[in-house]
């Protein structure tokens, strides 16, 4: 199988930066009923960037790993304020996106192919893992701009 294009990966960062560079930390703060502010979405799509880091990273290094999964809500309950400001979020995930970009830059054919097994969604492989990457970041930036005023 041939590399996944990684072009939405790459443009998921400034597409994050013009969502929320201009905006007032109050607009970033305002929820919608049962959903995240787009200061937490931020804060989460970083958050998601290391554990897919995680994830690409032990499916390389090991034999069929077993991926964990992980509690979103609580760790959008815990995390999200730790960056201090959206812009915080930005930056660390343009940081974990620009590190996991140069890994998978740098994978050859093969590598695309290894696999882990997800403790919810079964075999994947690093390919697959991006592809579940690039519908995130679709979904979260379209979360931010029905957030936004």
């Not at 049962?34 to 960037?49: F, K, L, P």
């Not at 690093?126 to 519908?135: A, F, P, Y």
């Amino acid at each position: 199988m041939a590399a996944p294009s990684l072009d939405a990966l790459r443009s998921t960062v400034s597409d994050l930066v013009a969502l929320t560079a201009s905006r007032t930390p109050k607009d970033l703060a305002v929820a919608q009923r049962g959903e995240w502010s787009a200061a937490q979405v931020a804060a989460h799509m970083a958050d998601a960037e290391m554990v897919y880091s995680v994830r690409i990273r032990m499916v390389l290094t090991d034999e069929n790993p077993m991926l964990v999964g992980y509690d979103q809500d609580a760790w959008a309950d815990r995390f999200s304020m730790c960056d201090a400001s959206v812009t915080g979020s930005v930056d660390r995930f343009r940081t974990l996106r620009a590190a996991n970009l140069r890994l998978l830059e740098s994978l050859e054919p093969a590598e695309w192919e290894r696999s882990g097994t997800h403790v919810e969604q079964g075999q994947v492989r690093i390919s697959d893992i991006v592809e579940l990457l690039v519908g995130h970041d679709r979904t979260h930036l379209d979360q931010i701009r029905r957030l936004l005023p």
